[in-house]
């Protein structure tokens, strides 16, 4: 299936963390703070709650005009229509994603820190890859972080690259330096005191 290869885009890539009660408040918050693409992601079995939780928060996507992916769930994305969908490297194929998704969904592979699974990713049709961690994160607190250059080198890819694990507005500017267009934060974001003044510094960062 052909697909309508995406214009690069450089900016915030907020992900969520939950189960939380105060998830689409928050949503909000890093939406209005300038978040320029939002996953949700939820690594729960609590599926209905999941499916409302997801609808909600595309509503939201799209009241800021904000792309709106599912983390690694391409019934879900299908089942809210999301705007795509962030594949890890045990996932589905690119290919099925983009069969059952359609042309015009916005499709990313998480490749850690190979090369080689980004080369083929990009071959496959995705819109973007993502490196990381970067920085120790507490989301994956065992990941042993990779060099930055890996940004500078998927620059012959000619695909959106995101940087992840463990950025902040105070370790990001490097990474953009190196070649990052997204820097994603999930706990950064989410569990900040002030979430749109913490996305808003996120954004600062690619002005």
Known sequence: ?????????????????????DL???VDAVLT????????RDTTQEHTRRA????????????HQVPFLIERDITLARRVQADGVHLGPDDDSVSYARQTLGP???IGAACV??????CRAVGEGVDYISFGVFFPSPTVPHAKPVSPDLLGRAATLDVMRVAIGGI????????VAAGADMLASISTLFDAEDPRATAHRFSQLFA
């Open 1 to 21: 299936m052909s697909y309508r290869k995406r214009p690069l885009q450089r900016g915030l890539y907020a992900i969520t963390n939950g189960p939380r009660p």
């Open 24 to 26: 689409l408040e928050r």
């Open 33 to 40: 703070g300038g978040a320029k693409l939002l996953q949700y």
């Open 52 to 63: 409302a939780e997801a609808k909600a928060i595309g509503e939201l996507c799209r009241r």
């Open 104 to 106: 015009e969904a916005l």
């Open 113 to 118: 820190d190979d090369f080689e699974r980004a």
């Open 168 to 175: 902040t507005p105070d370790n990001g500017a490097p990474l």
